[in-house]
């Protein structure tokens, strides 16, 4: 089983609906990223939660530490909002460092 | 004040030749971290570095892969003899100097495409 297991592995929907991407990890964090990557793009850095919920613009962050849950939400969806959201969690190793542990991502389409 | 800068963006290779990618991380950052997106998987850590040091590189292959980030100049993750199998899209990102483990906000790069051919 994956540490950081996320779903749906793909969505499609209708521009204007409310999307919600689903990240479960299972192991202790000291943060959760959102990440998102267009195709053979780089990736840009949405949110990072330690806990309760942020919001930028259209995108809506949330995380449960004590059910180990985060969800990402995008309002007035639009098909510029198509890519692969990735759920990333930051480790907590007791002192040592292993960078992010990753999502296998969901892929987003939003159609006109 | 420039992002994180990786190149070259896009690298060709012959099997059994070395590849070599290059990171600068942001103004200010010194940590530096190295990941590997292989086709339809998932990012995977390779190593962290700060300057002059391999703090973990628990993900790196035991052969043929190395980094490094000296006092001066960029990261550098080498790949010698390469295979196709290496042929992903290799991230670097940075964050700043902070504690470990606080949590801190990452950037990435563009990424390096790597095909080996």
């Known amino acids: 089983k994956n540490e950081v297991e996320q779903s749906p592995q793909n969505l499609t929907a209708q521009e204007g609906e409310f999307i919600t991407i689903n990240c479960s990890y299972s192991v202790g964090i000291s943060a959760l990223h959102w990440l998102q990557q267009h195709p053979g793009g780089g990736i840009v850095s949405l949110f990072m939660l330690s806990s309760g919920k942020k919001k930028h613009g259209r995108l809506i962050a949330t995380i449960n530490i004590q059910e180990k849950h985060s969800s990402l939400h995008i309002t007035a969806s639009h098909p510029r909002d198509s890519a692969v959201y990735i759920c990333?969690?930051?480790?907590?190793?007791?002192?040592?460092?292993?960078?992010?542990?990753f999502g296998k991502g969901t892929h987003l389409i939003i159609q006109p | 004040n420039a992002g994180v800068m990786q190149n070259p963006r896009h690298l060709v290779r012959r099997r059994g030749q070395e590849a070599r990618l290059r990171c600068s991380p942001m103004k200010g950052h010194s940590h530096v971290y190295w990941y590997r997106q292989l086709p339809e998987e998932g990012l995977k850590f390779m190593v962290y570095?700060?300057?002059?040091?391999?703090?973990?590189e628990s993900g790196m292959p035991k052969e043929r892969f190395s980094a490094e980030f000296p006092k001066e100049g960029p990261s550098i993750l080498r790949i010698q003899q390469v295979v196709r199998g290496d042929s992903a899209a290799y991230f670097c990102?940075?964050?700043?100097?902070?504690?470990?483990?606080?949590?801190?906000?990452?950037?990435f790069g563009e990424g390096s495409w790597l095909t080996v051919v």
């Open positions: 990333a969690v930051d480790r907590y190793s007791g002192g040592g460092a292993d960078g992010l542990t």
């Open positions: 570095l700060q300057k002059e040091n391999i703090i973990d």
């Open positions: 990102a940075s964050s700043p100097n902070v504690v470990v483990n606080s949590g801190n906000t990452i950037y």
